[in-house]
């Protein structure tokens, strides 16, 4: 055997160990509060603005994710057009590191623990778009003899989803002649702390004016009894196929023809905190100083004055008159208290 193909074996080797090194860490990278499939806590910000008007065809794609939340935006049509778009999305934070720390009601403990993301997305998008066929001639060549004809109905889709509530909300309007209006969509994943639950929301506002066409809203919340992500069950992008058939909330509606439609829909749902021990000072076990904790300052601010002496400097700074701290005083007629 020639070396040429000792030598291509021999990276070939490397690739495929290198593939399957990059297939274990992606399964390793991703946190135990991950749920939005194949998606991980990567941290970033995301912020796009756009206004389009004009005259011929038209195509949007958008979809963003976050390791918990997605939303997706896809419009299409031909006529006279005229819309305008804000999105925005952020990945707060990752589980590479993020912990709290607190004591375990059961062991007396200080317990470290990982409490999830945090991510948020907002999209507000405006349109007054009216269909009609369009001819024009672009490019060169057989192009520029033969104008291109477009004859495309609107369409207008938005859905967004919350999979770790296993929550959805749908909008979509097909084959229509005009439509007009506004639509809002915020998405918020917030991970609890070491003292303060955590929080998930979906809210979805609509106001559309829809001349000669289809439009579906809908709605859903997975019933947690049989909402899970255990390997080798069956499941739909929301977990458990069974979280689908019993849902908690399901709403369905449709509209064909002409309709105005206004429909706000929001779902709030509450992520429990850690049990804690502590009353009012977390300084049950060890020293105060000695606690541990990811941003001690920012945790513990608003305790820590107590324990190295600086609000009672601050208080002695707010008399008046001044009060000398450095010496033994007795109250003099200013600060004697009278009944």
């Known amino acids: 055997m020639n070396k040429g193909g000792i030598y291509i074996r021999h990276i070939l080797a490397i690739g495929l160990g290198l593939i399957l090194f990059l297939i274990f860490m992606g399964i390793s990278w991703a946190g135990q509060y991950d749920y939005n499939p194949d998606q991980e806590a990567v941290k970033y910000k995301n912020d796009v603005t756009s206004d389009v008007t004009g005259e011929g065809y038209f195509k949007e794609y958008k979809k963003v994710n976050t390791n918990n939340l997605s939303m997706l935006e896809y419009a299409h049509g031909s006529g006279n057009l005229d819309f305008a778009d804000i999105l925005y999305s952020e990945q707060k934070n990752t589980h590479i590191n993020m912990y709290i720390y607190y004591i375990d009601y059961n062991t007396g403990q200080w317990t470290r623990k990982y409490p999830g993301s945090s991510s948020a997305i907002t999209y507000t998008r405006q349109y007054d778009n009216i269909q009609s066929p369009t001819r024009f001639a672009y490019g060169t060549g057989w192009y520029a003899a033969n104008p291109i004809g477009f004859n495309s109905l609107l369409k207008d889709k938005n859905v967004a989803k919350s999979y770790q509530e296993g929550a959805s909300m749908h909008r979509q309007i097909e084959y229509a002649h005009a439509l007009k209006g506004d639509i809002a969509v915020d998405i918020n994943c917030s991970a609890p702390t070491a003292t303060a639950s955590g929080k998930g929301s979906l809210s979805m506002k609509i106001d559309d004016d829809v001349t000669q066409g289809a439009m579906h809203i809908g709605e859903l919340l997975n019933n947690p009894k049989v909402f899970s992500f255990k390997p080798n069950e069956k499941q739909t992008i929301f977990g458990h196929e069974a979280a689908l058939k019993d849902p908690l909330i ?46 001690f300052d920012k945790e513990r601010g608003s305790q820590k004055g107590i324990f190295d002496c600086t609000c009672r400097n601050t208080s002695i700074s707010t008399m008046k008159p001044k009060w000398n701290a450095s010496l033994a005083q007795f109250p003099t007629e200013e600060y004697r208290y009278v009944p």
């Open 250 to 295: 399901e709403i369905d509606n449709d509209y064909t023809g002409n309709f105005q439609v206004q429909q706000t829909m929001k779902l709030d749902i509450s992520k429990t905190a850690p049990s804690w021990m502590e009353d009012w000072l977390p300084c049950c076990s060890g020293g105060f100083f000695d606690i541990p904790s990811h941003n």
